[in-house]
């Protein structure tokens, strides 16, 4: 099955540049997601790229897809302590029925 | 109000005891899952469904029946709970392939 790897945690000071990082083994050829987890909460979803776009951007939000290096990034502009929670890239299975392998999470702590 | 809902929220049982786990949601999505939530371990895939009586084990299924006599509905059942089964337990449903799946906010079990 997928493998699907990110860094346990990252620290950062408000205000600063925050950069996720995600590297997977394989998917198929669909989207590619980020969820965010709140303390307590369930998963939402923050943001996707399709598998044939190399970037996008949404308001603070930049989603980096290099598929050669199998390398998902999320970078937050102007990290706020609101933004302080965990991570999770998703990539779809090769299989069907819409599985999809989560990442390990990534905990972002912001520092005032 | 249309959505995901879990319940309950909160459990707490004794080892041995049997405690079902309720998912149930308004979209009439085909694709329904449940998933642990483990420190270290990220969300892992138990069992899922492709529709009313279509279900297949996922990545950690023992343990662990379901079954979906109705679309809306994905119940977890626990036959004789275990301490390692101590976990919070996530449903979630999405539509169709490529599509983002939606999340509830979660079952916190604790297991004595």
């Known amino acids: 099955g997928e493998d699907v790897e990110q860094s346990l945690f990252l620290s950062v000071r408000e205000g600063d540049s925050s950069v996720i990082n995600c590297t997977y083994t394989d998917s198929s050829s669909t989207y590619l997601y980020w969820y965010k987890q709140e303390p307590g909460a369930g998963l939402q979803l923050l943001t996707y790229?399709?598998?044939?776009?190399d970037m996008k951007q949404d308001q603070r939000l930049t989603v980096l897809l290099n598929k050669k290096d199998k390398h998902l990034s999320l970078r937050i502009a102007d990290t706020q302590t609101g933004d302080s929670a965990i991570y999770f890239c998703a990539v779809p299975d090769s299989g069907g029925y819409q599985k999809v392998t989560f990442g390990t999470g990534t905990k972002l702590q912001v520092i005032p | 109000d249309a959505g995901i809902t879990q319940s309950p929220r909160y459990k707490i049982t004794e080892t041995g005891r049997q405690v079902t786990l309720m998912c149930h949601q308004t979209?009439?999505?085909?694709?329904m899952f449940w998933y642990r939530q483990d420190l270290g371990h990220g969300l892992r895939l138990i069992y899922y469904?492709?529709?009313?009586?279509?279900?297949d084990k996922g990545e950690v299924p023992d343990g662990y029946v379901v079954s979906r006599s109705k679309t809306e509905n994905f119940p977890l059942t626990l036959e004789s709970a275990t301490r390692s089964q101590t976990s919070v337990y996530f449903c979630?449903?999405?539509?169709?392939?490529?599509?983002?799946?939606?999340f509830g906010d979660g079952t916190r079990l604790s297991i004595l």
């Open positions: 979209w009439s999505h085909s694709y």
């Open positions: 790229i399709f598998s044939n776009m």
């Open positions: 469904s492709a529709a009313a009586d279509i279900t």
């Open positions: 979630a449903s999405t539509s169709d392939r490529g599509q983002p799946q939606h």
